[in-house]
């Protein structure tokens, strides 16, 4: 036991003292969820009795229970609601004037030990000792547990993939279609919780695959922003994030939880890539926005590109996620939608009040026309603002929008219990407002009776589109650890073939052994001569070479068994397999390497193929029964060449 905890925390991008913290989160969830189940049935119960009965007096005792019920369903509902929405942790603690970002948690899950159904699985199906294969089973378990606590960097992620890819194996291996090995994969609600637990491989790898999106937004989030190597890395992370659940969305169906339903899953991929669209703003003005009024206007084009992002976030969650995403998430974004609207007209306002080059009436006109959105309710010339008044009205409409807007976000985000508790947020917040009321109070003149102008909003553009970036699954690779069972393509879950049988032969001088073989891994019997001794024997067309004496051949090489009988002398050992389902005598084609999956997967109902490439016509050359004893006559380089590709003995 003490080596399988040293082997958990040595291995590469996992840390095992995660799980504490985690773990206690967890705990938390689970006994507040546990007295919310409990609650909701006192409460239906109550209901019931309500209806029933006709005593007045009973009637008021529950009337007074249901409302003592329904206060602490609410009590504890704000309570689960704290729990889910903690951002802080996840936060870079040196960007003192970042805003924050809106991570993900790992979807926990309980242990699971594959050994005793794996070992049965081993005996029934490939009619081997599962003990055979402990190292193997034990290695897949220990993967399995240190990927329950990644590292937030590279490493954990690749841990993640690399137990992904894995899965491609074991699914293949263990689990058919027609049957279930009784193995329970129980992982948690990611934002509330709730326990969810299937028999099938396809909700395992989908759960994974959503902790490699959201283990991408926890090292977004962490990323220094205030450098630019930091916010390339959170674009890069988030734009990830957004690949993993598009993935899911796309390959995956009937998830039993509700954080990979579909429309959970377009909602966080639009969340990321506005999150991903928020650091490309930032990167446009680290470090200052150098004078033009052409600088300022492209900023503020950034600015309303990510307000408009944030909008359409905020309408996924507010319409039939209001009741499942934390309420500080929803706030949350409302916020960032009010404040880079509000910058946009702040940035537009600067540029042309405070440019050298605003009065420029050929700049002014080209930027003019891109510059507002369609309005029915604006009040602005279409004409370009060449005068100085002309640009002083406009930029204090703009100034006085971006005020309206501060003090909306500013707004929402008192109301939300959760985000007063990020003095980062609002520290931000307040410092962008505080800027455009002090520059719109410099404009402000006590004889100033001109007409209010309404201005429109600005146009949303960017010039760094960002997209979800796909996983390359490929990239991560893995070796088999039951590549002993066999070529994959062969010896799996969803092909059967008869017991293994022994066969013995032996020839002489006058009678070979009267069969020929064709292919690799494994070699199979191609023709087997009339009343050869291998028919009397019992060997058929089409059967499987696993081994010869004591050596393993189910990945031999057409080749290293063509040695074997060499080496055997005058007398051979087989064990043989007839395939069921099966003619491995026609050309298959083969894909054993994990991959993007190319079909949906349900995460209710395992599915899985398999299919291979077996040798073609040409590498079935015929040797006569000389081949096997001392040979004087030559034989030139391609007739020895050839030897390797068929045998035939008579």
């Known amino acids: ?96 004037l970042s805003v924050p970002m809106i991570p993900l948690g790992l979807k926990e899950t309980k242990e699971v030990d594959f050994t005793s ?29 240190a990927m329950r606590t990644p590292q937030k960097n590279d490493n954990g992620v690749e841990l993640l993939l690399q137990y992904y890819n894995q899965l491609y194996f074991v699914e293949k291996r263990f689990f058919p279609s027609e049957r279930s090995l009784g193995i329970y994969f129980q992982w948690y609600d990611s934002l509330t919780g709730v326990p969810n637990a299937q028999k099938t491989m396809g909700f395992e790898k989908g759960c994974v695959l959503f902790n490699v999106g959201a283990l ?8 220094d922003r ?76 950034e600015a309303a590109k990510v307000s408009e992002a944030y909008e359409q976030t905020h309408k996924l969650m507010a319409s039939r996620l209001r009741d499942y995403v934390p309420f500080s998430w929803i706030s949350m974004v409302k916020v960032k939608s009010q404040h880079f609207q509000a910058l946009s007209h702040y940035y537009t306002a600067v540029g042309l009040l ?18 507002h959105t369609e309005s029915a309710v604006a009040s602005i010339s279409k004409q370009p603002p060449v005068k100085f008044e002309e640009r002083k009205a406009l930029g204090k409409a703009h100034l006085r929008e971006a005020l309206v807007l501060h003090e909306d976000a500013l707004s929402v985000h008192n109301l939300c219990k959760q985000l007063r508790k990020i003095d980062t947020f609002q520290e931000v917040l307040r410092h962008a407002h505080d800027r455009s009321l002090i520059k719109f109070s ?21 010039k760094q589109t960002v997209n979800p970036t796909l996983l390359d699954f490929a990239k991560h690779k893995v070796k088999d650890l039951f590549e002993k069972l066999g070529p994959l393509a062969i010896f799996s879950a969803k092909h059967n073939w008869t017991a293994p049988r022994i066969i013995q032969l032996s020839r002489t001088e006058d009678q070979g052994y009267g069969f020929s073989v064709r292919g690799n891994s494994p070699v199979i019997v191609a023709a087997v001569e009339a009343g ?119």
């Open 1 to 96: 036991m003490n080596g399988l905890h040293e082997e958990r925390v040595t291995r590469k991008g996992s840390d095992p003292l995660l799980q504490t913290a985690r773990g206690k989160l967890q705990t938390q969830r689970s006994k507040v969820n546990d007295q919310i189940n409990r609650e909701l049935r006192m409460r239906a119960g109550a209901e019931n009795l309500y209806r029933a009965t006709s005593n007045k007096k009973l009637k008021e005792t529950v009337a007074l229970e249901l409302s003592f019920v329904n206060s602490s369903l609410q009590l504890l509902k704000e309570e689960l609601s704290d729990l889910n929405s903690s951002m802080e942790v996840y936060q870079n603690n040196s960007a003192t």
């Open 117 to 145: 159904p794996f070992k049965d699985f081993i005996s029934e199906h490939y009619s081997e000792s599962g003990d055979n294969y402990h190292v193997e089973i034990q290695e897949l378990n220990e993967l399995r547990q």
């Open 216 to 223: 991408y937004t926890q090292i977004g989030a962490r990323q």
């Open 226 to 301: 205030m450098k630019l190597e930091g916010i390339d890395s959170a674009i890069d992370s988030f734009q990830r994030a957004a690949g993993a659940f598009y993935c899911l969305r796309e390959k995956f169906s009937h998830a039993p939880s509700m954080d990979m339903q579909p429309e959970s899953l377009v909602m966080l991929i639009k969340l990321m890539l506005s999150q991903a669209q928020e650091c490309v703003f930032e990167k446009r003005v680290l470090g200052g926005i150098e004078d033009g009024i052409q600088n300022y206007l492209e900023v503020a084009h």
């Open 354 to 371: 405070d440019q050298k080059d605003s009065g420029d009436a050929d700049m002014l006109s080209k930027l003019f026309c891109g510059l």
């Open 442 to 462: 410099d404009l402000e003149e006590e004889d100033d009776f001109s007409e209010m102008i309404t201005v429109p909003d600005i146009i949303p553009v960017t």
């Open 532 to 650: 050869s001794k291998a028919e009397e024997a019992g060997m058929k067309v089409g059967d499987f070479i696993v081994s010869i004496g004591d050596t393993d051949t189910k990945c031999s090489k057409h080749e290293e068994i063509v040695s074997l009988i060499k080496a055997s002398g005058g007398h051979l050992t087989f064990k043989l397999v007839t395939p069921m389902d099966t003619n491995y005598l026609e050309p298959q084609h083969s894909q054993s390497v994990p991959s993007t999956p190319g079909a949906v997967i349900r995460m209710q109902s395992p599915t899985s193929t398999a299919t291979s490439t077996r040798s073609t016509k040409s590498n079935r050359i015929k040797l006569s029964a000389n081949l096997f004893k001392k040979k004087e006559k030559k034989r030139n380089k391609s007739d020895s060449s050839d030897s390797m590709n068929g045998l035939v003995s008579r």
